[in-house]
């Protein structure tokens, strides 16, 4: 029984689907589990929509661990991208000034609605001033 290797693609047999994703026989009696996650790069709300008991697929191994073995349908498609790290400058920013910038937007809105309802008093007192 060889061993399979990280990022090898192969051909296997759907042997079972479940909701959170579809068992695949990839040989030498070795079982995978295709994650929801990794069968389309469409939302997957319902694997049965992709797949089928029997049906025979390409798949990506990703992850090999304890005798667990993790696949991948839309990683084995030659076509695939992987989605690129975003590089927006809110997730360079250290958590300081995250928190900083949080605890200035908090204390705009804070006074924002406190002269809101300022502004509803008009500056008249309160109601039981007027029956003293």
């Not at 051909?11 to 990839?26: C, K, M, N, S, Y």
């Not at 997957?44 to 304890?66: E, H, P, S, T």
Request: charged share 35%; glycine share 10%; hydrophobic share 35%.
């Amino acid at each position: 029984m060889s061993s399979i290797e990280l990022g090898s693609i192969i051909e296997g047999r759907v042997t079972g689907i479940t909701r959170f994703g579809a068992f695949v026989d990839i040989g030498e009696g070795r079982t995978g589990l295709v994650h929801i996650s990794e069968i389309d790069d469409a939302f997957v709300n319902d694997v049965n929509d992709y797949l089928k008991l029997n049906d025979i697929v390409r798949v990506k191994v990703l992850a090999v661990d304890n005798g667990k073995i993790g696949l991948s349908i839309k990683q084995a498609d030659p076509n695939y991208q992987a989605p690129r790290p975003r590089r927006d400058r809110v997730y360079q920013q250290s958590f300081e000034d995250k928190l900083n910038k949080f605890l200035k937007d908090s204390d705009e809105r804070h006074q924002d609605l406190k002269r809101n309802q300022d502004s509803k008093r008009g500056g008249r007192g309160t109601r039981l001033s007027r029956f003293v």
